[in-house]
Structures are given as C-alpha cells and as structure tokens.
C-alpha cells in the first residue's frame, strides 16, 4: 500500500475513504453520542472534517476528538499510513515518516510521540494478572560476549499471563533500565520488583521470573 523505496506518497486513501475508516474505528457499532448514548446524527460538512450533531442532546463531536489525530492538521489518510507502519514489527522512524508520508521531520516526530504515547497508555491501563511468567530477553546487537553487555544488546522482558489451558493471553514487552540489569546475565531483584510494581495487578500472586538458561 506504501511505496517506501520511492520514498513519496502514494495517495491510496482519499480523505472520504478514510473518513469512513475512522468512523467505523470509533464507532463499530454505529454512531454514539457521547454525551447522552443517543444514536441518531446530523452530519455538518462545513470544516475539513465533518461534525457530528446529535438528534436528541445537539451534542457535537468529531471523528478524531479524544483520539492521538485531535487537533492536528495532518490530513487523515497521512495519519492512517503513519498507524499502519507505526504498528509493523519494524516500526518506522521519524526520518523515514516524513519522507513517506511529506511532513517535516518535526511533525513525523510528534505524531510518533503521540502514538507511542496512546500505546504506552493503553498498556498502562492493562496489568498482567493470573498465571504471570517473565523472562529477560536481549535484542539488538548479538555479541559472543557472555557477560559483558554491548551497548547495543538491549534487555527486554518478555511476560504473559497465562490462561487456565496455558495459552498466554496477554503478553508484554518491556525495556528493562540498566540499573536493574548492569551485566548480561542477571535481572537484579529491583528489577523484579520495579516491573511487578508497574505491569502486574495488585494482589497477583502467582508471579514467576524465569531464569535465564
Ligand atoms: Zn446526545
């Protein structure tokens, strides 16, 4: 969908398509006043984006209000290249964002910000809880170093919660500071702690740190 060796724009969204993405991304079942739950709208097509009156309360709302898109002027289809490649495994830097999608650096940057951001929120909100299993991970740089960390070796912590049927059903990754983890081998026990503190309900008690191998 995204021609990035030519590092130009494809225009395969049309404002109007995209329009209609988000609007059933917000709203899948349907429109949904969010001040009164009312379901019925008129539509005003006087802006860039178009406003959404409810029938019952005259409440008006917009597509991107309460959303990482609020108040920004970066049209919408541009936004949807930039969630797309944002949510590939590789993800995309600000440099490369620009050049896809024509924003200056400076705007690629702040929409990367305000994405992560959304993200990190979102899984701020979502502990692990249950059956928790963590276990460090090094990403990055491989070296042959076996104690000594590169600076380009990056620990993560790979966790889940496990269900009854021992699938996982929710897994984090997380970063883990290098005051927890100075060496290659060994997760400190703040590390255990700061990372139960921040991911992992209250009161969870079945809460493992697997050993590295
Ligand atoms: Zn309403």
Same mark, same amino acid.
């Given at each position: ?46 802006? /860039?984006? %178009? $406003? &959404? ?5 005259? =409440? ?5 209000? @309460? ?5 920004? /002027?970066? %049209? $919408? &289809? ?5 969630? =797309? ?5 590789? @993800? ?122």
């Amino acid at each position: 969908m995204v021609s990035t060796e030519a590092n130009v724009v494809e225009p395969v969204f049309s404002e109007e398509d995209c329009i209609d993405f988000f609007f059933s991304k917000k709203w899948p079942n349907g429109f949904r006043c969010p001040q009164c739950g009312h379901s019925r709208y008129y539509t005003i097509r006087t802006r /860039r984006l %178009p $406003l &959404y009156q409810c029938h019952n309360c005259q =409440h008006q709302t917009t597509l991107t209000v @309460g959303t990482v898109m609020e108040r920004s /002027r970066t %049209p $919408l &289809y541009k936004w949807r290249i930039a969630f =797309h490649l944002f949510s590939q495994p590789e @993800g995309v830097s600000a440099v490369h964002l620009s050049e896809i999608i024509s924003v200056t650096y400076k705007t690629a940057w702040e929409m990367l910000k305000k994405l992560r951001l959304a993200l990190s929120d979102k899984d701020t909100q979502r502990p692990l809880t249950g059956r928790v299993r963590a276990g460090v991970s090094i990403y990055g740089k491989r070296t042959l170093q076996p104690f000594y960390r590169h600076p380009k070796e990056r620990p993560v912590m790979v966790s889940a919660s496990f269900q009854a049927d021992g699938q996982p059903s929710y897994v984090k990754l997380k970063m883990i500071a290098d005051e927890h983890m100075p060496g290659k081998r060994t997760l400190l026990y703040s590390g255990e702690v700061a990372f139960t503190k921040q991911h992992v309900q209250p009161g969870t008690f079945d809460v493992r740190f697997l050993k590295r191998s």
